[in-house]
């Protein structure tokens, strides 16, 4: 497992915050004295504790801690810390437990635990104190939720069950998040089980497992009466178990199952643009991404090399761009925003936008009052009404179809990561009501090819002047010339055939750290 590259390299900093002024900020109600020899204060950013009988070089202290740690003190960030509470041993005895994430490596956290006895004098002082500590740690992040966990087995090399066990659940518990864990079975299940599910019971529903398994459960919760309703209430989270992460990645800042289980417990809730795609008979909603083209034979292809984990995708995608792939098809496409620099600066607004996520849902269901419900507008709680109609209805008004003969890849995203080396949409935002659209010609040179694969891993695909990047609200895609193909949705096998597709802004709620960006470096 590998972190993803975010604003630090230190992956145990509190997103909101600096520990640079660690040990700073301190008052009086933040001091817990806890014994002749120690003391806990609530710092800026850090829990400060201070104990005569920490060792120096005691590898059970932290030695791994990346910042201030002498022979008697510790700097645990507040981010790290799971949760603290008053045992009583006896009637006049109590004990303040507190727990907290460790890092063992670079790329992984386990469970640590502190104890201190308080004297039966101080237990309301304390009392105070750990709910101060509880707040700061938290901050707008709901604490004890109720987690929905859904464990699938096969996910990635079939470790699922292991990381599950071994670095997931034993931060939850320490966290007081309660479980009720499901290994699904079968694909599908997941689509089951989120449609039936008492979202009056659950305040996540947490996927360990690839990016396949939340996608199975956004349409489950789209396939309900109250869909509209069910996809607000409850966060789809995910802990990632699979080849292909890319979820985790955006929202969580990293692939790693023990350091996305901390991101989700200190999550914070946010809007998600989710979108609708119609083909046949049939509406599905899509998180990620859609790709016709080079991307969508690197990653559904190559099936049969899982055992090269996230490379299998690199590999195909540089097979199919050396061996200049066409997919010719006929676009339709409603253009929002159509140039890099407007592109750019209103990723930079969003960046500085901070309404908390309460606010941001005030417009969350930006719909055409003139919408015409084509599909799945049963209820003011179903689905929302499709604005653009469905792929078999007359083209929209203003929509034409143009055709692509030299296509060599359509790629619709709605996260900024593919995958943990790959951020193919940097000024994708989670609630901004837009897609982004890159399409490439299946023609240019090898080197061409070349330089646009290697500015994917460098964050310059924007810039590059093959590539054409548009923010768009909804798009037709006709595939031609071709009896069999691959179309992939959130990394699924769909069948070859025309599809349309059209956003829903905020419609979805995920956790992420901030509340209303993701993890990934935006446009440079």
Known sequence: MTTVSMATDNPFVDPTSSFEDAGRGTTSDSHLPVGRDASLDIATDSLIVLDESFEKGDSSCCGLWPFGTTANTRAIPLYNILWAELTNESEQDSTLVLTYATPTSKNSVRVATLKYPIEYQMVDLANKWVKKLLDRSYGESQQRKRAKVLVNPHSGKGSAGKWYARDVEPLLKAAHVSIDMVKTRHKGEAVDIAEKIDIEAFDIIASCSGDGLPHEVFNGLGKRPDAKKALSKIAVVHIPCGSGNAMSCNLNGTDSPSLATLAII??????????????????????????VGIVAE???ATENLRWMGSQRFTYGFLVRLIQKALYPCDIAVKVAIDD???????????????????????????IDDDASASTGSGSDDSLPPLRYGTVNDKLPEGWELVPYDKLGNFYCGNMAYMASDANFFSPALPNDGYMDLVCINGDISRLEAMQMMFAVETNKLFDNPGVWYRKILGYRIIPKNQEDGFISIDGERVPFAPFQAEIHKGLGTVLSKTGHMYEAPGPV
Do not use: C, V
């Open 340 to 366: 890099k620099p407007s592109i750019r600066e209103h990723y930079r607004k969003e960046q500085q936008n901070h309404e908390p996520a309460s606010e941001r849902r005030g417009y969350k269901f930006l």
């Open 298 to 300: 690197a990653d559904l």
């Open 266 to 291: 200190k999550g914070i809730q946010t809007p998600l643009d989710l979108i609708s795609i119609t083909q046949g008979n049939t509406r599905t909603l899509s998180f990620l991404s859609q790709s």
